[in-house]
């Protein structure tokens, strides 16, 4: 039998346990696909792991009680998420059974002396302190947790067991050789045997019913899958024991199942979930309703695939689904892995059943840079690399431009004919005549109606404010929302030149208002327009401003010659008498009458000021002078 | 995770209806403090303790039994197993930390600030308010406990700071060192002894820290420079060496254990690692997220935890690496008046089925209330975060203010801005899309300005078809806009993007807030006063509503959801008014003061949060509550969300029937996530009862070797440490020997000075060596002996002393060493022959 490596999901599906052949555990967070511990034991502890099995959680004491109350509600009873689990049983080749503390993130305990093989299959009975164990060496074993002893230990087959799985109400224990046997667990007594698969039953899952069915059948339904086998049984089993040997159903899957995970329904509306993962890494997903007999197999209402794109021409490769859990939520979601369990990859699928074989694309985890995110703190980077539309006020359309550009160079190369026959259009008077408008409005039409961009763009930027008016008023009116919406399109392509496509907005707005008014589809195709006048009217206030401001630095900066040169000149010549009347006069001149004393009484008061200062500082220079006189006099 | 705990902050209001906080409770108030094993780290938060495990970083237990704010953690000096709390009202509590039980509890009977166990005996030190000389001064106090629980309270110092980092104890409790403003008090708890040191140049002490081995304390000061004082008990203008790398203030000091490093953070985001003795030679972990406020360090100098301001907590490895990140909703630190604590209010995301609010600057956080655990922060800036200048110019951020999921969590948009004050506002609107493959959030499309002034509100239209989603913007400049996906596809690639398609205003009045009906087909927008409806598809006003006799501005508006479609419900700041949308008629009107409404998606429920932190819920077909709670926050109310529950139905007794299909989360101020439920008898208790497992691993190779228990019979010799470097005698010999011939002292003045210094020092300490050195040491008895042959004696012991010093400091065998009782006699006999009269030697010469 070949070993598959043990990953299993915590209860809540908030965890994915993994224990690598070389011994190492690795435990990843699904949400967000972190490695959130990886625990390489010490050498004498090394053991190739052979099953992992999680701690049920720790409130599985207050149960019964409650359920008592939510059977007559009506309601279920599944593990509530917030529950945190503590503790992973690890099962070895060697025999040994390991428990392994999450928080700590260290082992706790090594159970030793039960079996003598490699331990296949654990199941955790939180409620009786106790967990069961089979193993290749035929035995089961019930372990005590907390004193790590064996309490029990019995023959269990004729051959290896591989699979142990406990009743809902923890009272029995099924398990599976190549038959599946039902124990009772107090007295270890063979209750019943049931007989299906032709090869090893591998794995055992015990559907807990929900409440509603609990109350009315007294048995549990039981899911088997065996080595090699494409089917996946269900079984029913009654503490009566009248009941028929044979699987109540099956289900039948391409491959040999992998991992399978079922949940029950939540309420009526939806049925229960079966899902499996083959080993050739597909994904099936049942219906189920628990009811009894079904003769044929039933067949997947989903199947799912994972490849990559091979868009570089390389033909599309499958990656394998590794690991599957059903989240019983809202939205049934399906949590998957998929990749390797190197890079592994968790994703959320919420259920549905529109279509029956669903094939996703991702890129290979294989191939994806191999850079492990080794930093702690929980900061994710989005992409912001790609590609990005970049959008401005005055540009709040995507980028067509480029678009534009591109076209307009093959066109106007390809089609010859165009330009010729623009040529004969502008022919009679390029230079010194107005050009006939009949042949601009007739060109635009054309152009509007072909798409041609070279000839629409011919005529915008070749019309004068004139020939615009003009144009305009003979383009016939099926021809003004496509120009409306070509101008629109090149104004917020290229901002800088909108100028000349302002004046023909404004010409058709003016010219054709009522046309206009009457358009149903008004609002939607005039938008565009309306947001580039609306954006760039925006910075209107703030352009005008700045304009202000610049024209005031520039006036500054280079001074308007003739008179102010002449006052300057006049400022400084103030010590001659005789020249200041000139200034004043000049003066005068610039200014307002009104000003024009205060300026005078000013500029006296600052020339006396001067003058004096003057003086001082003559004074001082002499003073300067005499000592330095009487220095050299010493 | 620090919001993993459910613990019941206020007291029960109805039968068992209280409020729970989720997450978000501050874990800085203090140091957190690791175990003597570094296994476990101990933080407070408010009256409890967490215990985290340093390995995993997962929170093993809670430890409440205190009712007020603790103030203090330590681990029992006699019992490393024990921890012991104090809080503010003055009880102790001795915890064993690893099954969570209480095993002692006194009252101190006054108020403290900080508890300290820096004795090895089992006496506490506290810092507590005092009358002392008629004055109100903040004091430290030590209680001893003698065998009878008899306390013996000491006062040691006043003029203190009610701060744990102000004070520290040195060299087991020898000195005590504390900082106020800019003085430091060092006193000396066996002389009693009280020195006071200034700064000055205008700074002042942040926090002090003291040598474990030395008599060397280091301060940090706010202008981010540590000082290391030496000698400050003996002199008055102390030896002092200046360690100046930060350029904020230094907020934690630490030393190493063997005391060879020294640790240093502060606002800068860094953890510096300065080397004693060559502190030229330092070490650098940058950009740690946020800026920090407490640093500890375990027992074993291999661990540090710093505590982040945006309540983090990081284990880092004296490798400088981190290991472990203890987080739980991480708070907004900067907190920028344009855009308040939490401008982006809590926002769901069905896709991860997560709550997502603010996170650190310019990101957005996703918080699963489910697993109570922070799944990540999303950078949807992408601006590296530069930490302050100073205190006094803050940094301007630019901060995330706004974002909306789609219905199927496919698209986020966001709104950042960035407001100076002074320069253009820097808005944008990005829309990110999730790409499944890469399992990452893309950025689709950036509107630089999307809107000249703030953003108010940012929504995307539920119930909309996948292919074409709408989103809608309201600003302050009097406009919304609807922006719609449009295709973009040329012929190398194929695209859509997301472009503006209508815009719309009314009256010219600012575009506050806005809302989407049920099924996505009627918009409501509102300016001031008017609540409007358009239709989103061609943006047409539908019908202005406005609320008759009311002047204030509306501030909530909310579409009745399922059963409730046709009633829409607007707030002011003094009213909550339903309209019916059918014959625009009020429905109801009701004052109240809401602060934060919530509409729960799944039914026809509104909850608001009033003012005085009053929670009413309402079907909106009826105006008397379902449900009133009163005081569910301590501070105010900032947003409030319904989240759906995982599993379709939850039971809930009859008074939470209400939250039946959805839970109701709001966060406050303090930037904590409450809820109402249940409170399920003790929640913490039967976290407890988890089947205790026997640890039962086998040994290692080596450990197998040991026995399990091993007795001996042999005696330990007590080691005798001689600390002393070179010939014994030899300074007293270059004293004698160096001088020229005739300025020689007299031989017998000379003899003395040179037998004592041949004669080993006293392994005392110093101090008492000194005071002791004018007395006559050797018990006076009578000379003994002959003269020729004392000295030729005190000649064969120098040489006899002489060998075993060299064996101890090469520390090899201690069987040649002579036994500790005849050491004694002979150095009491060297006394002897020192104390003898030495007269006769002057006739030799």
């Given at each position: 039998?070949?070993?598959?490596?043990?990953?299993?999901?915590?209860?809540?599906?908030?965890?994915?346990?993994?224990?690598?052949?070389?011994?190492?555990?690795?435990?990843?967070?699904?949400?967000?696909?972190?490695?959130?511990?990886?625990?390489?034991?010490?050498?004498?502890?090394?053991?190739?792991?052979?099953?992992?099995?999680?701690?049920?959680?720790?409130?599985?004491?207050?149960?019964?009680?409650?359920?008592?109350?939510?059977?007559?509600?009506?309601?279920?009873?599944?593990?509530?998420?917030?529950?945190?689990?503590?503790?992973?049983?690890?099962?070895?080749?060697?025999?040994?059974?390991?428990?392994?503390?999450?928080?700590?993130?260290?082992?706790?305990?090594?159970?030793?002396?039960?079996?003598?093989?490699?331990?296949?299959?654990?199941?955790?009975?939180?409620?009786?302190?106790?967990?069961?164990?089979?193993?290749?060496?035929?035995?089961?074993?019930?372990?005590?947790?907390?004193?790590?002893?064996?309490?029990?230990?019995?023959?269990?087959?004729?051959?290896?067991?591989?699979?142990?799985?406990?009743?809902?109400?923890?009272?029995?224990?099924?398990?599976?050789?190549?038959?599946?046997?039902?124990?009772?667990?107090?007295?270890?007594?063979?209750?019943?045997?049931?007989?299906?698969?032709?090869?090893?039953?591998?794995?055992?899952?015990?559907?807990?019913?929900?409440?509603?069915?609990?109350?009315?059948?007294?048995?549990?339904?039981?899911?088997?899958?065996?080595?090699?086998?494409?089917?996946?049984?269900?079984?029913?089993?009654?503490?009566?024991?009248?009941?028929?040997?044979?699987?109540?159903?099956?289900?039948?899957?391409?491959?040999?199942?992998?991992?399978?995970?079922?949940?029950?329904?939540?309420?009526?509306?939806?049925?229960?979930?079966?899902?499996?993962?083959?080993?050739?890494?597909?994904?099936?997903?049942?219906?189920?309703?628990?009811?009894?007999?079904?003769?044929?197999?039933?067949?997947?209402?989903?199947?799912?695939?994972?490849?990559?794109?091979?868009?570089?021409?390389?033909?599309?490769?499958?990656?394998?689904?590794?690991?599957?859990?059903?989240?019983?939520?809202?939205?049934?979601?399906?949590?998957?892995?998929?990749?390797?369990?190197?890079?592994?990859?968790?994703?959320?699928?919420?259920?549905?059943?529109?279509?029956?074989?669903?094939?996703?694309?991702?890129?290979?985890?294989?191939?994806?840079?191999?850079?492990?995110?080794?930093?702690?703190?929980?900061?994710?980077?989005?992409?912001?690399?790609?590609?990005?539309?970049?959008?401005?006020?005055?540009?709040?359309?995507?980028?067509?431009?480029?678009?534009?550009?591109?076209?307009?160079?093959?066109?106007?190369?390809?089609?010859?004919?165009?330009?010729?026959?623009?040529?004969?259009?502008?022919?009679?008077?390029?230079?010194?005549?107005?050009?006939?408008?009949?042949?601009?409005?007739?060109?635009?039409?054309?152009?509007?109606?072909?798409?041609?961009?070279?000839?629409?763009?011919?005529?915008?930027?070749?019309?004068?404010?004139?020939?615009?008016?003009?144009?305009?008023?003979?383009?016939?009116?099926?021809?003004?929302?496509?120009?409306?919406?070509?101008?629109?399109?090149?104004?917020?392509?290229?901002?800088?030149?909108?100028?000349?496509?302002?004046?023909?907005?404004?010409?058709?707005?003016?010219?054709?208002?009522?046309?206009?008014?009457?358009?149903?589809?008004?609002?939607?195709?005039?938008?565009?327009?309306?947001?580039?006048?609306?954006?760039?009217?925006?910075?209107?206030?703030?352009?005008?401003?700045?304009?202000?401001?610049?024209?005031?630095?520039?006036?500054?900066?280079?001074?308007?010659?003739?008179?102010?040169?002449?006052?300057?000149?006049?400022?400084?010549?103030?010590?001659?008498?005789?020249?200041?009347?000139?200034?004043?006069?000049?003066?005068?001149?610039?200014?307002?009458?009104?000003?024009?004393?205060?300026?005078?009484?000013?500029?006296?008061?600052?020339?006396?000021?001067?003058?004096?200062?003057?003086?001082?500082?003559?004074?001082?220079?002499?003073?300067?002078?005499?000592?330095?006189?009487?220095?050299?006099?010493? | 995770?620090?919001?993993?705990?459910?613990?019941?902050?206020?007291?029960?209001?109805?039968?068992?209806?209280?409020?729970?906080?989720?997450?978000?409770?501050?874990?800085?108030?203090?140091?957190?403090?690791?175990?003597?094993?570094?296994?476990?780290?101990?933080?407070?938060?408010?009256?409890?303790?967490?215990?985290?495990?340093?390995?995993?970083?997962?929170?093993?237990?809670?430890?409440?039994?205190?009712?007020?704010?603790?103030?203090?953690?330590?681990?029992?000096?006699?019992?490393?197993?024990?921890?012991?709390?104090?809080?503010?009202?003055?009880?102790?509590?001795?915890?064993?930390?690893?099954?969570?039980?209480?095993?002692?509890?006194?009252?101190?009977?006054?108020?403290?600030?900080?508890?300290?166990?820096?004795f090895e005996?089992?006496?506490?030190?506290?810092?507590?308010?005092?009358?002392?000389?008629?004055?109100?001064?903040?004091?430290?106090?030590?209680?001893?406990?003698?065998?009878?629980?008899?306390?013996?309270?000491?006062?040691?110092?006043?003029?203190?700071?009610?701060?744990?980092?102000?004070?520290?104890f040195g060299n087991k409790g020898e000195y005590v060192a504390?900082?106020?403003?800019?003085?430091?008090?060092a006193y000396h708890v066996k002389t009693e002894s009280i020195r006071?040191?200034?700064?000055?140049?205008?700074?002042?002490?942040?926090?002090?820290?003291a040598h474990p081995t030395e008599t060397c304390l280091?301060?940090?000061?706010?202008?981010?420079?540590?000082?290391?004082w030496y000698n400050f008990m003996i002199v008055n203008q102390p030896a002092?060496?200046?360690?100046?790398?930060?350029?904020?203030?230094?907020?934690?000091?630490?030393?190493?254990?063997?005391g060879?490093?020294?640790?240093?953070?502060?606002?800068?985001?860094?953890?510096?690692?300065?080397?004693?003795?060559?502190?030229?030679?330092?070490?650098?972990?940058?950009?740690?997220?946020?800026?920090?406020?407490?640093?500890?360090?375990?027992?074993?100098?291999?661990?540090?935890?710093?505590?982040?301001?945006?309540?983090?907590?990081?284990?880092?490895?004296?490798?400088?690496?981190?290991?472990?990140?203890?987080?739980?909703?991480?708070?907004?630190?900067?907190?920028?008046?344009?855009?308040?604590?939490?401008?982006?209010?809590?926002?769901?995301?069905?896709?991860?089925?997560?709550?997502?609010?603010?996170?650190?600057?310019?990101?957005?956080?996703?918080?699963?209330?489910?697993?109570?655990?922070?799944?990540?922060?999303?950078?949807?800036?992408?601006?590296?975060?530069?930490?302050?200048?100073?205190?006094?110019?803050?940094?301007?951020?630019?901060?995330?203010?706004?974002?909306?999921?789609?219905?199927?969590?496919?698209?986020?948009?966001?709104?950042?801005?960035?407001?100076?004050?002074?320069?253009?506002?820097?808005?944008?609107?990005?829309?990110?899309?999730?790409?499944?493959?890469?399992?990452?959030?893309?950025?689709?499309?950036?509107?630089?300005?999307?809107?000249?002034?703030?953003?108010?509100?940012?929504?995307?239209?539920?119930?909309?078809?996948?292919?074409?989603?709408?989103?809608?913007?309201?600003?302050?400049?009097?406009?919304?806009?609807?922006?719609?996906?449009?295709?973009?596809?040329?012929?190398?690639?194929?695209?859509?993007?997301?472009?503006?398609?209508?815009?719309?205003?009314?009256?010219?009045?600012?575009?506050?807030?806005?809302?989407?009906?049920?099924?996505?087909?009627?918009?409501?927008?509102?300016?001031?006063?008017?609540?409007?409806?358009?239709?989103?598809?061609?943006?047409?006003?539908?019908?202005?509503?406005?609320?008759?006799?009311?002047?204030?501005?509306?501030?909530?508006?909310?579409?009745?959801?399922?059963?409730?479609?046709?009633?829409?419900?607007?707030?002011?700041?003094?009213?909550?008014?339903?309209?019916?949308?059918?014959?625009?008629?009020?429905?109801?009107?009701?004052?109240?003061?809401?602060?934060?409404?919530?509409?729960?998606?799944?039914?026809?429920?509104?909850?608001?949060?009033?003012?005085?932190?009053?929670?009413?819920?309402?079907?909106?077909?009826?105006?008397?509550?379902?449900?009133?709670?009163?005081?569910?926050?301590?501070?105010?109310?900032?947003?409030?969300?319904?989240?759906?529950?995982?599993?379709?139905?939850?039971?809930?007794?009859?008074?939470?029937?209400?939250?039946?299909?959805?839970?109701?989360?709001?966060?406050?101020?303090?930037?904590?996530?409450?809820?109402?439920?249940?409170?399920?008898?003790?929640?913490?208790?039967?976290?407890?009862?988890?089947?205790?497992?026997?640890?039962?691993?086998?040994?290692?190779?080596?450990?197998?070797?040991?026995?399990?228990?091993?007795?001996?019979?042999?005696?330990?010799v007590q080691r005798q440490r001689h600390v002393q470097l070179g010939n014994p005698g030899s300074d007293a010999v270059i004293d004698m020997?160096g001088?020229?011939?005739?300025?020689?002292a007299?031989?017998e003045s000379l003899c003395l000075p040179f037998l004592t210094a041949l004669l080993i020092p006293k392994p005392d300490s110093k101090a008492t060596q000194h005071e002791d050195e004018d007395k006559p040491r050797a018990p006076s008895a009578e000379a003994?002996?002959?003269?020729?042959?004392s000295e030729?004696k005190v000649q064969k012991k120098q040489r006899k002393l002489k060998r075993p010093m060299k064996l101890d400091s090469?520390q090899?065998?201690s069987?040649?060493l002579p036994p500790p009782t005849n050491a004694k006699q002979n150095e009491a006999h060297l006394w002897k022959v020192a104390e003898e009269n030495f007269?006769?030697?002057?006739?030799?010469?």
């Amino acid at each position: 039998m070949e070993v598959v490596d043990p990953r299993v999901f915590s209860p809540s599906g908030e965890y994915l346990a993994y224990s690598s052949p070389d011994g190492r555990l690795k435990l990843w967070e699904t949400s967000t696909g972190t490695l959130q511990q990886e625990y390489t034991p010490a050498s004498h502890l090394s053991a190739t792991c052979t099953c992992i099995c999680w701690c049920p959680t720790r409130h599985a004491k207050e149960k019964p009680v409650r359920r008592k109350k939510k059977k007559e509600a009506g309601e279920i009873d599944t593990p509530e998420s917030s529950e945190r689990v503590e503790m992973i049983a690890m099962g070895t080749k060697s025999g040994a059974v390991i428990l392994y503390s999450i928080i700590e993130a260290d082992l706790k305990t090594k159970m030793d002396g039960g079996h003598s093989d490699a331990v296949n299959c654990l199941a955790w009975d939180n409620m009786s302190d106790s967990l069961f164990s089979c193993s290749n060496d035929k035995y089961i074993v019930q372990w005590s947790i907390s004193s790590g002893k064996v309490l029990h230990k019995w023959k269990g087959d004729k051959s290896a067991v591989y699979s142990v799985c406990l009743s809902p109400d923890r009272k029995q224990l099924l398990s599976a050789s190549r038959c599946i046997k039902l124990w009772d667990i107090d007295t270890r007594s063979l209750l019943k045997v049931f007989i299906g698969h032709s090869s090893e039953v591998v794995c055992l899952r015990c559907i807990t019913p929900s409440a509603a069915q609990e109350s009315k059948k007294d048995g549990y339904y039981v899911l088997s899958s065996a080595a090699g086998d494409r089917l996946i049984n269900a079984w029913y089993v009654k503490s009566a024991v009248e009941t028929d040997k044979n699987a109540v159903a099956s289900f039948s899957v391409t491959d040999e199942p992998e991992q399978l995970h079922h949940c029950i329904s939540q309420s009526n509306r939806h049925p229960g979930l079966l899902a499996v993962a083959t080993r050739q890494g597909k994904l099936h997903v049942f219906e189920y309703q628990l009811n009894g007999r079904c003769k044929k197999p039933l067949q997947p209402k989903l199947t799912l695939h994972i490849a990559t794109s091979g868009d570089s021409g390389e033909t599309p490769k499958p990656i394998s689904v590794i690991g599957v859990h059903l989240l019983n939520d809202r939205q049934q979601n399906i949590l998957i892995v998929y990749g390797d369990f190197t890079r592994p990859k968790f994703e959320r699928l919420p259920y549905s059943t529109t279509e029956n074989e669903v094939c996703l694309i991702r890129s290979d985890p294989k191939t994806v840079n191999r850079k492990v995110d080794k930093s702690i703190t929980k900061v994710k980077m989005p992409c912001t690399s790609g590609e990005v539309t970049h959008l401005v006020p005055s540009h709040t359309l995507p980028k067509h431009s480029n678009v534009v550009k591109k076209r307009k160079l093959s066109t106007s190369e390809a089609d010859e004919s165009l330009a010729e026959r623009l040529k004969s259009a502008s022919v009679n008077g390029p230079t010194s005549e107005v050009p006939r408008t009949d042949t601009m409005a007739v060109l635009l039409t054309q152009g509007l109606q072909s798409q041609d961009m070279s000839m629409i763009d011919k005529v915008l930027t070749e019309a004068t404010a004139n020939v615009i008016d003009n144009t305009v008023r003979r383009l016939p009116v099926q021809a003004v929302v496509p120009l409306v919406q070509v101008l629109a399109l090149r104004m917020s392509a290229a901002p800088n030149i909108a100028q000349t496509y302002i004046q023909w907005v404004k010409s058709i707005l003016s010219t054709h208002t009522s046309f206009l008014m009457t358009f149903p589809e008004l609002i939607e195709k005039l938008s565009v327009i309306y947001q580039i006048m609306d954006a760039r009217l925006m910075m209107f206030t703030r352009m005008s401003r700045l304009k202000g401001k610049l024209d005031l630095i520039f006036s500054q900066v280079n001074p308007v010659e003739g008179k102010r040169v002449t006052d300057q000149a006049a400022m400084l010549v103030y010590q001659e008498e005789s020249s200041d009347d000139d200034v004043d006069s000049d003066l005068g001149d610039l200014m307002p009458t009104s000003h024009s004393e205060s300026e005078d009484n000013w500029e006296n008061l600052s020339e006396e000021m001067d003058v004096e200062e003057v003086e001082e500082n003559q004074d001082s220079e002499e003073d300067e002078v005499v000592t330095t006189k009487k220095k050299r006099k010493k | 995770m620090a919001a993993s705990m459910e613990n019941n902050v206020h007291p029960k209001i109805g039968p068992d209806i209280s409020v729970f906080m989720k997450g978000g409770s501050n874990m800085l108030g203090f140091r957190p403090l690791f175990s003597r094993d570094s296994k476990c780290l101990f933080i407070i938060q408010g009256s409890s303790i967490l215990v985290y495990n340093t390995n995993s970083g997962e929170h093993i237990r809670q430890l409440c039994k205190h009712t007020q704010q603790i103030v203090g953690i330590q681990i029992y000096p006699r019992n490393h197993l024990q921890l012991v709390s104090c809080s503010s009202d003055g009880t102790v509590i001795h915890w064993d930390y690893t099954d969570g039980v209480v095993l002692k509890e006194y009252n101190l009977q006054c108020k403290v600030f900080a508890f300290f166990m820096p004795f090895e005996d089992n006496s506490i030190c506290f810092i507590t308010k005092n009358k002392y000389k008629d004055e109100e001064n903040i004091v430290l106090l030590r209680v001893r406990f003698s065998a009878n629980e008899h306390r013996e309270k000491r006062f040691l110092m006043k003029n203190l700071l009610p701060d744990e980092k102000s004070i520290t104890f040195g060299n087991k409790g020898e000195y005590v060192a504390a900082v106020n403003g800019e003085k430091l008090y060092a006193y000396h708890v066996k002389t009693e002894s009280i020195r006071r040191h200034l700064l000055g140049g205008d700074r002042h002490f942040t926090c002090i820290a003291a040598h474990p081995t030395e008599t060397c304390l280091a301060t940090g000061d706010d202008s981010g420079r540590i000082l290391l004082w030496y000698n400050f008990m003996i002199v008055n203008q102390p030896a002092k060496s200046v360690l100046h790398w930060h350029s904020l203030p230094v907020t934690g000091i630490s030393f190493t254990v063997e005391g060879s490093h020294l640790y240093s953070v502060g606002g800068e985001n860094v953890l510096v690692k300065w080397t004693m003795g060559q502190t030229q030679h330092r070490e650098f972990l940058p950009r740690l997220g946020a800026p920090i406020k407490h640093l500890s360090i375990s027992s074993d100098s291999f661990m540090l935890a710093t505590c982040h301001l945006d309540n983090s907590i990081q284990i880092i490895s004296s490798h400088l690496t981190i290991t472990q990140v203890i987080q739980g909703i991480t708070h907004n630190h900067v907190k920028q008046e344009s855009s308040g604590t939490l401008p982006v209010g809590l926002v769901y995301d069905s896709r991860s089925a997560a709550l997502v609010l603010n996170g650190k600057v310019g990101h957005l956080q996703f918080y699963s209330v489910q697993t109570d655990k922070q799944l990540y922060n999303l950078d949807i800036v992408g601006q590296n975060v530069v930490s302050g200048a100073s205190q006094n110019s803050p940094i301007i951020y630019t901060e995330v203010e706004r974002a909306a999921f789609s219905d199927s969590g496919q698209w986020l948009a966001t709104v950042q801005r960035r407001a100076d004050g002074w320069s253009q506002q820097e808005i944008s609107l990005k829309f990110w899309q999730y790409d499944n493959s890469s399992q990452t959030y893309l950025l689709n499309t950036k509107v630089d300005l999307p809107h000249m002034e703030k953003v108010n509100k940012l929504l995307f239209q539920p119930g909309s078809a996948v292919n074409t989603p709408l989103a809608v913007t309201t600003s302050d400049d009097t406009k919304f806009k609807i922006w719609g996906l449009v295709d973009d596809t040329d012929i190398y690639r194929e695209r859509n993007c997301w472009a503006c398609e209508s815009c719309g205003y009314y009256k010219s009045s600012a575009a506050t807030e806005a809302a989407f009906s049920d099924d996505g087909s009627l918009l409501a927008v509102v300016f001031d006063q008017m609540a409007t409806l358009w239709t989103p598809e061609n943006n047409a006003l539908k019908v202005a509503l406005s609320i008759p006799g009311c002047q204030d501005n509306i501030r909530h508006v909310l579409f009745g959801n399922k059963g409730a479609a046709h009633l829409l419900l607007s707030g002011t700041q003094t009213k909550l008014v339903v309209w019916n949308l059918l014959t625009f008629c009020i429905e109801w009107c009701v004052e109240l003061q809401v602060v934060a409404l919530a509409g729960d998606p799944m039914s026809d429920l509104v909850a608001g949060i009033t003012k005085d932190s009053t929670l009413y819920v309402y079907r909106l077909g009826s105006s008397t509550p379902v449900y009133t709670h009163e005081n569910v926050s301590t501070s105010p109310v900032l947003s409030a969300i319904f989240l759906p529950n995982a599993l379709e139905w939850k039971r809930k007794s009859s008074t939470l029937l209400w939250q039946q299909t959805s839970q109701l989360y709001f966060m406050n101020e303090n930037q904590e996530l409450l809820t109402i439920n249940e409170s399920s008898g003790g929640v913490g208790e039967a976290r407890e009862q988890g089947v205790k497992i026997e640890g039962n691993l086998p040994l290692t190779p080596f450990g197998q070797l040991l026995a399990k228990k091993t007795k001996t019979g042999v005696e330990s010799v007590q080691r005798q440490r001689h600390v002393q470097l070179g010939n014994p005698g030899s300074d007293a010999v270059i004293d004698m020997l160096g001088g020229p011939s005739h300025t020689l002292a007299p031989v017998e003045s000379l003899c003395l000075p040179f037998l004592t210094a041949l004669l080993i020092p006293k392994p005392d300490s110093k101090a008492t060596q000194h005071e002791d050195e004018d007395k006559p040491r050797a018990p006076s008895a009578e000379a003994s002996s002959s003269d020729s042959d004392s000295e030729t004696k005190v000649q064969k012991k120098q040489r006899k002393l002489k060998r075993p010093m060299k064996l101890d400091s090469v520390q090899r065998d201690s069987a040649h060493l002579p036994p500790p009782t005849n050491a004694k006699q002979n150095e009491a006999h060297l006394w002897k022959v020192a104390e003898e009269n030495f007269d006769w030697l002057g006739s030799c010469f």
